[in-house]
């Protein structure tokens, strides 16, 4: 798994699961969004501020369940800021917005958190749920929630790593949408990551999660990253904790390393990062990586 760092990037750790915590804890912050309703983002501060990441948890879950990807970008220099959604099973008002009610919430959750973090460029990330919300921040068009009004894209996004976003989806997404994707991304699905209610009758319905990068226009840097053998959750290690396992804890350190080289190379513009990463493009075999 070292081997995956190359040589370029000598400043980004090796993505462990067992990577060490920060060495202050998370704060918790209060933001007010548009609406008055008060969004509680945590906050990892790096030692030493390198770049600054946006995450979206996928839905249901929170932020304090993506440790073994969080971790390590701090570890690495990225101030890392991450909203607890409303449809969050951990949010006290989850009632009280049914269905894709989320939805809205969750732009305007992420609108408050790039006002509060400044003007500065950030690297929108996130799982399920959080990569459509992190896409649409880097430009995929998504279906505007009702009462929603203003562009859902941040222009200050420099780049997305988007862990399993969504298939196209009634009210939420089309792949004409995705096609609008208008920065860099890494998109990660695995052949296990089977869409919900389809998993016995389409085993491979998981590539759907590749719509975002099937869908985009080449040349604009967009990368595919398969793992073999990984489902929605890499068996309970992120979103979800108590999902049957085995935990696929090597796929998440694959992962985690891959989308550490991708931040380097487009969130700092290494360009030994982006030959780093380049150079682990493969066709087949358990890590399939693609790039147009």
């Given at each position: 798994m070292l081997g995956l760092l190359g040589s370029g990037l000598?400043?980004?750790?090796?993505?462990?699961?067992?990577?060490?915590?920060?060495?202050?804890?998370?704060?918790?912050?209060?933001?007010?969004?548009?609406?008055?309703?008060?969004?509680?983002v945590t906050h990892w501060k790096a030692r030493?501020?390198?770049?600054?990441?946006?995450?979206?948890?996928?839905?249901?879950?929170?932020?304090?369940?993506?440790?073994?990807?969080?971790?390590?970008?701090?570890?690495?220099g990225?101030?890392?800021?991450?909203?607890?959604?409303?449809?969050?099973?951990?949010?006290p008002d989850t009632k009280k917005f049914v269905g894709l009610a989320s939805w809205r919430a969750r732009i305007e959750d992420m609108r408050a958190l790039s006002a509060h973090v400044g003007t500065g460029p950030r690297?929108?990330?996130?799982?399920?749920?959080?990569?459509?919300?992190?896409?649409?921040?880097?430009?995929a068009a998504a279906i505007v929630p009702e009462g929603l009004s203003g562009p859902m894209n941040d222009p200050r996004v420099s780049a997305v790593v988007a862990f399993s976003p969504p298939a196209p989806m009634a009210g939420l997404i089309t792949?004409?949408?995705y096609a609008?994707?208008?920065?860099?991304?890494?998109?990660?699905?695995?052949?296990k990551d089977l869409l919900a209610g389809k998993a016995s009758a389409d085993p491979q319905s998981w590539k759907g999660h590749l719509t975002a990068y099937d869908a985009a226009a080449p040349g604009g840097d967009r990368y595919a990253l398969v793992l073999a053998g990984v489902n929605h959750f890499f068996g309970g290690l992120i979103c979800w904790l108590d999902q049957p396992g085995p935990p696929q804890t090597a796929q998440l350190e694959t992962a985690a390393t891959l989308a550490g080289l991708f931040i380097?190379?487009?969130g700092t513009k290494s360009a030994s990062a982006r030959r780093a990463l380049d150079a682990r493009l493969r066709d087949a075999g358990p890590v399939i990586l693609r790039r147009k």
């Open positions: 000598a400043t980004f750790p090796a993505m462990r699961l067992s990577a060490k915590a920060p060495s202050s804890a998370p704060v918790v912050v209060a933001l007010t969004t548009a609406t008055g309703r008060i969004s509680m030493r501020t390198r770049g600054t990441i946006l995450f979206s948890h996928g839905a249901a879950s929170a932020p304090s369940k993506y440790d073994p990807l969080i971790l390590p970008w701090v570890a690495a990225y101030d890392v800021w991450a909203p607890l959604h409303v449809d969050s099973k951990e949010h690297i929108a990330a996130g799982h399920s749920y959080g990569a459509l919300t992190a896409l649409t921040l880097g430009g792949a004409e949408g609008t994707l208008a920065v860099p991304a890494l998109i990660e699905t695995g052949d380097e190379a487009y």
